[in-house]
C-alpha cells in the first residue's frame, strides 16, 4: 500500500493505492501540514472487523465492485453483447499504475480476463476545484454494453450527514431540497437527451455541524445518472458512495472490442461556506472553462424582441422597437423566433435557416444598419437542432430526425429532433448558421433547444459538441447563449462553448430571486442572463414595480424582455437609471466575490459582490414582513479593519423610501468599517413586499 498526495492551496486529497489492489480516496478536506504522517493518518481512521462483514472487508474506493461482499452498484457495469441473457458479466479490475505530480493523479485499473483497462484522472484546478474523469478500454475480444459510463466516484468523508438537491420544471428550475442523507440513500437520473429540469447533476454535501459544504457537478450535456449509496450494514467502512455518471439509458453505452470511450469530467469543491463555495466555482469558470473570458469586454444590455412583438414581425416594427430601446441605454438588439422560412406560428419551418422574404423583403440588412446606427450591435435567435415536419428540410430528410424504423414520430412543441450524430445533418447546420454569419454581422446567437429527445439515440451531445466547436472555430467573435426552454440544458460541458445562458424562462423577479441564487451557487454572474421582463408577468401573471423588476435583473447579465413602448414614462425613466447603473457597476458585479447575505426573515435576499475595494449589495423582500423594523441587513467580504463610505443608489423604492431615516445621509455616504457592516449591519426599510434596495460599499483610502 502507498499513500499520497495531492495539494491546493487550501485543499489535500489523500489517496491510498495498491498494485494489483484498489484505490482509495482516504483524506477530503482542509490543507495538512507538509510534513503530515499519512501513515498515521490512514491508521487513525483505520476500523476493526464487525460480525457482519466479510473476513476480508472489501473496499469499494474509487471503482466499486460487488466482488468481495460489496453490495452497492458498481462503477463499471457491464453486459457481454454476446449472451445478454446472462445479466451483469462479474468483473475484477484491479490497479496496475499510476502516477502523480504536484496537483494530478492518473490511476490505471486492469481486468486481466475480460480485457478491459480504466484510466482515471484527478486534478486540482484554479479555485481549489477537483476535477475527476474516467476513460474506458476493451483490448479484449468481447462486445459490451455499459449501463452507465462513470465520471465521479467519490467516497463521502462520513461528517457529510446533509445534502441539497437541486429539483425543478420548467419556468420553476433548480428548486433547492435541503434533506438528511437517510440509509436509503439518493438517486436521480434525466432521460430526455440533456439535463433536463431535475436537477441531478448538482449536489450539495452539507456537514451541519461547521457549515462545510461539498459541492459536485457532472460537467455533461446529455443525460446524467447520480446516486449515493450508503454502507450502514459496514460492509466497507461505513462511507456512503457518491457516483456521477454519463447515463447509458436502456439501451446503455457501446463499448466495442478494441474501442476506447472517453468519460465526461466531474467537477467538486470543498468550502467552509457557501458563499466560499459559489466563489471556488466561479474562478474555476473564470479562469478555465468559459471561452477567451480574460477577453471578455463589459456585458452588453440586451433587448430582446419575443414578449413585445413575439411572431408579430415586420421591419418597421422592429426599428420602432429598436429605436426605444437605444433611448434606454439598450446596448444589443436580439430578434427572436419569427425571422425565417414560412415561420409565422411555432407549427413550421424550423431547419429552414434562411431569412424569410415575407417578413424582410430586403433580407435582415436595413434593420441591423439601422441598429448600428442606434449604436447597437445584432444578435439572432436560432434553434438548429430541431425540425419541423411542416419545413422544407423535412419534406427533403425525413430521415435526420431522431425516430424509430417504422413507428409513429411524436412531436413536442409541434417539432421533432435532428439526429446530430449523423455527419450529414452536422454539416447541414454548419453550412447554414456559417452562410448567415458571413453574410450578415451579427455578434450574438441565442441558441435554443425546445424538444426533449425522443426516441433517445447514442452521440447526441457529442454531435452538439462538435457543431458548437465548428462554428466557433469559424466564428470566435460571435457570442453564443445556451437556452433550452430556459435552465433544460446548463452545465461546465456547454459552458466551454458558450458565453451566457438562460436560466429561466421565467422572468418574474420575485421567482427569479430563487432562480439566480440557486444557479449562481455553481455559475457567476456574468454568465447568467437576467432580464426585465412585462407586467403583469406571462408566466405567473404577478404585477410588480419597475423598480423591483430592474434591481433584481442587475444581479446577472443584465437584459430587457418588454416593449418600452407599452412602459409609463415614469417606467422607462426608472429602467434607462438602472441600465446606466449597472453600466457602471458591472465590471464589479461580473469580476468580484459573490456572498450570500443571511438574514432573520426568509422572505428576504441579500446578495453582496466585492471587487478591489468596492462592492454592491442587493436586499429585497418579496412578502409583507411580520415586524414593521425589520433586522438590520449584515453584509459579508469586506475588511474589518478597513473604513467603507456606504451609499444607496437612487432610484429608490417608491413606498419604501418614506420610512428612509436620514435620505440625504444616504446619498453623500455613511462612513463605516468593515467590522461595524458585517457585525451590526444596515437598518433598511424593508418591510413592504416586492421592495428592493442596492447598497454601494467604496474602501476608503487609510
Known amino acids: 500500500m502507498e499513500l499520497l498526495r495531492l495539494d491546493g492551496k487550501?485543499?489535500?486529497?489523500?489517496?491510498?493505492?495498491?498494485?494489483?489492489?484498489?484505490?482509495?480516496?482516504?483524506?477530503?478536506?482542509?490543507?495538512?501540514?507538509?510534513?503530515?504522517?499519512?501513515?498515521?493518518?490512514?491508521?487513525?481512521?483505520?476500523?476493526?472487523?464487525?460480525?457482519?462483514?466479510?473476513?476480508?472487508?472489501?473496499?469499494?474506493?474509487?471503482?466499486?465492485?460487488?466482488?468481495?461482499?460489496?453490495?452497492?452498484?458498481?462503477?463499471?457495469?457491464?453486459?457481454?453483447?454476446?449472451?445478454p441473457q446472462a445479466g451483469e458479466v462479474a468483473s475484477?479490475?484491479?490497479?496496475?499504475?499510476?502516477?502523480?505530480?504536484?496537483?494530478?493523479?492518473?490511476?490505471?485499473?486492469?481486468?486481466?480476463?475480460?480485457?478491459?483497462?480504466?484510466?482515471?484522472?484527478?486534478?486540482?484546478?484554479?479555485g481549489d476545484v477537483v476535477t475527476v474523469r474516467c476513460d474506458i478500454s476493451n483490448h479484449g475480444p468481447r462486445d459490451f454494453t455499459l449501463a452507465d459510463h462513470p465520471a465521479l466516484v467519490l467516497p463521502i468523508p462520513a461528517r457529510f450527514t446533509a445534502m441539497t438537491t437541486y429539483a425543478g420544471r420548467w419556468a420553476g428550475e433548480m428548486r433547492e431540497t435541503p434533506r438528511a442523507i437517510t440509509p436509503d440513500g439518493y438517486a436521480s437520473r434525466s432521460g430526455v437527451g440533456k439535463p433536463g429540469f431535475g436537477g441531478g447533476n448538482w449536489l450539495l454535501l452539507d456537514d451541519p455541524t461547521t457549515g462545510e459544504v461539498l459541492g459536485a457537478h457532472l460537467a455533461w450535456s446529455g443525460d446524467y445518472a447520480t446516486q449515493i449509496e450508503c454502507d450502514t450494514q459496514g460492509q466497507g467502512d461505513g462511507r456512503a458512495i457518491l457516483q456521477m455518471a454519463i447515463s447509458g439509458g436502456a439501451a446503455g453505452v457501446t463499448l466495442l472490442a478494441s474501442t476506447d470511450l472517453v468519460g465526461a469530467e466531474a467537477v467538486f469543491?470543498?468550502?467552509?461556506?457557501?458563499?466560499?463555495?459559489?466563489?471556488?466555482?466561479?474562478?474555476?469558470?473564470r479562469a478555465e472553462i468559459l471561452p477567451a473570458r480574460a477577453h471578455w469586454g463589459p456585458r452588453k444590455v440586451h433587448l430582446n424582441s419575443w414578449e413585445a412583438l413575439g411572431f408579430d414581425l415586420s421591419e418597421p416594427a422592429l426599428i420602432a422597437l429598436a429605436e426605444d430601446g437605444a433611448t434606454l441605454g439598450i446596448e444589443r438588439f436580439v430578434l427572436d423566433d419569427g425571422w425565417f422560412g414560412g415561420r409565422r406560428n411555432d407549427q413550421s419551418s424550423l431547419g429552414d435557416w434562411t431569412?424569410?422574404?415575407?417578413?424582410?423583403?430586403?433580407?435582415?440588412?436595413?434593420?441591423?444598419?439601422?441598429?448600428?446606427?442606434?449604436?447597437?450591435?445584432?444578435g439572432l435567435?436560432?434553434?438548429?437542432?430541431?425540425?419541423?415536419?411542416?419545413?422544407?428540410?423535412?419534406?427533403?430528410?425525413p430521415d435526420w430526425c431522431l425516430h424509430a424504423e417504422g413507428r409513429a414520430r411524436p412531436t413536442m412543441r409541434g417539432q421533432l429532433a435532428l439526429n446530430l450524430a449523423l455527419p450529414e445533418v452536422r454539416d447541414y447546420l454548419f453550412a447554414r448558421l456559417d452562410a448567415?454569419?458571413?453574410?450578415?454581422?451579427?455578434?450574438?446567437?441565442?441558441?435554443?433547444?425546445?424538444?426533449?429527445?425522443?426516441?433517445?439515440?447514442?452521440?447526441?451531445?457529442?454531435?452538439?459538441?462538435?457543431?458548437?466547436?465548428?462554428?466557433r472555430a469559424a466564428h470566435p467573435q460571435v457570442e453564443i447563449e445556451s437556452c433550452s426552454s430556459g435552465g433544460g440544458r446548463i452545465d461546465f460541458g456547454v459552458l466551454k462553448r458558450c458565453q451566457r445562458v438562460w436560466p429561466s424562462d421565467n422572468n418574474d423577479a420575485i421567482e427569479r430571486l430563487r432562480i439566480i441564487p440557486a444557479w449562481s451557487q455553481f455559475l457567476p454572474l456574468e454568465v447568467l442572463g437576467s432580464h426585465v421582463g412585462p407586467s403583469p408577468n406571462p408566466i405567473t401573471g404577478r404585477r410588480l414595480a419597475m423598480d423591483f423588476r430592474a434591481k433584481v435583473a442587475m444581479f446577472g447579465h443584465m437584459g430587457v424582455e418588454a416593449d418600452p413602448a407599452r412602459m409609463s414614462e415614469q417606467e422607462r425613466a426608472t429602467l434607462a437609471a438602472h441600465i446606466a447603473l449597472y453600466k457602471a457597476w458591472c465590471g464589479v458585479l461580473h469580476a468580484g466575490e459573490l456572498h450570500r447575505l443571511a438574514h432573520p426573515d426568509p422572505n428576504v435576499t441579500g446578495l453582496m459582490v466585492t471587487h478591489e475595494g468596492k462592492a454592491l449589495a442587493l436586499a429585497a423582500q418579496t412578502a409583507f414582513s411580520p415586524v414593521f423594523d425589520a433586522a438590520p441587513l449584515r453584509l459579508a467580504g469586506l475588511e474589518p479593519e478597513a473604513r467603507y463610505r456606504v451609499t444607496l443608489p437612487e432610484p429608490w423604492p417608491r413606498k419604501a423610501r418614506h420610512y428612509l431615516a436620514n435620505p440625504d445621509q444616504w446619498r453623500t455616504g455613511i462612513t463605516l468599517s468593515g467590522a461595524a457592516l458585517i457585525g451590526h449591519g444596515l437598518a433598511l426599510p424593508l418591510t413592504h413586499p416586492e421592495t428592493a434596495w442596492l447598497i454601494a460599499l467604496e474602501r476608503l483610502p487609510e
Open 436 to 471: 448567415l454569419l458571413r453574410e450578415y454581422p451579427i455578434t450574438y446567437l441565442k441558441w435554443d433547444h425546445n424538444r426533449d429527445l425522443f426516441p433517445t439515440a447514442p452521440g447526441q451531445a457529442q454531435g452538439f459538441y462538435a457543431l458548437l466547436d465548428r462554428l
Open 269 to 285: 469543491a470543498l468550502a467552509p461556506t457557501r458563499s466560499a463555495l459559489a466563489q471556488a466555482f466561479h474562478a474555476y469558470l
Open 10 to 83: 487550501a485543499l489535500t486529497l489523500v489517496f491510498a493505492l495498491e498494485i494489483g489492489g484498489a484505490a482509495d480516496c482516504i483524506y477530503l478536506g482542509a490543507l495538512l501540514p507538509e510534513g503530515e504522517d499519512l501513515a498515521a493518518l490512514a491508521a487513525a481512521r483505520a476500523r476493526g472487523r464487525h460480525e457482519s462483514q466479510p473476513d476480508v472487508p472489501p473496499v469499494p474506493g474509487l471503482l466499486p465492485e460487488r466482488k468481495a461482499g460489496w453490495s452497492g452498484t458498481p462503477a463499471v457495469r457491464l453486459v457481454d453483447h454476446a449472451q
Open 355 to 378: 431569412v424569410s422574404p415575407d417578413v424582410f423583403p430586403n433580407g435582415l440588412g436595413p434593420l441591423i444598419t439601422r441598429v448600428h446606427e442606434l449604436g447597437m450591435d445584432f
Open 92 to 126: 475484477d479490475f484491479r490497479v496496475s499504475k499510476w502516477d502523480v505530480s504536484e496537483r494530478e493523479l492518473w490511476i490505471a485499473w486492469h481486468e486481466t480476463t475480460l480485457g478491459l483497462y480504466v484510466d482515471m484522472w484527478w486534478r486540482i484546478r484554479s
Open 381 to 397: 435567435w436560432v434553434e438548429p437542432e430541431m425540425v419541423s415536419p411542416d419545413s422544407d428540410l423535412y419534406r427533403a430528410h
